[in-house]
C-alpha cells in the first residue's frame, strides 16, 4: 500500500487532526520548557543592569533597582564564583577569576550592554541566590 499525497496550488495546509481525523484525539501540544535563566521581565528601564540580572534570576520589578539585590538570596561573607554582586549603583554576577586576581562580573548595562569583565569588587555586597 502506498500513501499519495498531492499539494494543490493556494491550498492552505492541513493541521495533523485534519490530515489523520481518525487520530484527532490522540494527540497533545507539547509546550517547550522555558530556557534555564532565561525570565520574562517586561519592558526594559533606562536603568537596566537589575531589569538583566532578572532575565538571569527572575524576582519582581523591585529588583529593576540594583541596590534591591543586596537584600535578596543570603549574604556572603565574601565574593566567590556564582556570587551575585552588588554596588549602589550597580549590580551583576561573578563568573570567575582572572590570572592576576580580579573577579570577573557578567552585568547587564556596562557600557550600555551586557559585558563580562574583570571589574573592582571593593565596597561591594555578595549574595547568594
Not at 24 to 31: F, N, P, Q
Not at 89 to 102: K, L, M, P, S
Request: charged share 20%; aromatic share 10%.
Amino acid at each position: 500500500m502506498s500513501l499519495t499525497i498531492a499539494l494543490l496550488a493556494g491550498a492552505a495546509p492541513l493541521t495533523p487532526a485534519e490530515a489523520f481525523p481518525a487520530f484527532a484525539g490522540l494527540t497533545k501540544k507539547v509546550e517547550k520548557p522555558a530556557k534555564p535563566g532565561r525570565h520574562s521581565v517586561g519592558p526594559r528601564p533606562s536603568r537596566w543592569c537589575g531589569w538583566w540580572m532578572r532575565t538571569q534570576f527572575g524576582g519582581g520589578p523591585e529588583y529593576n533597582l540594583a541596590r534591591n539585590w543586596a537584600k535578596r538570596g543570603r549574604g556572603l561573607n565574601g565574593p566567590r564564583v556564582g556570587a551575585v554582586v552588588v554596588w549602589s549603583h550597580h549590580v551583576g554576577y561573578i563568573t570567575g577569576r582572572n590570572e592576576a586576581g580580579q573577579w570577573i562580573v557578567k552585568s547587564g548595562n556596562d557600557g550600555g550592554r551586557v559585558r563580562e569583565r574583570p571589574r573592582s569588587v571593593r565596597g561591594a555586597v555578595f549574595r547568594k541566590i
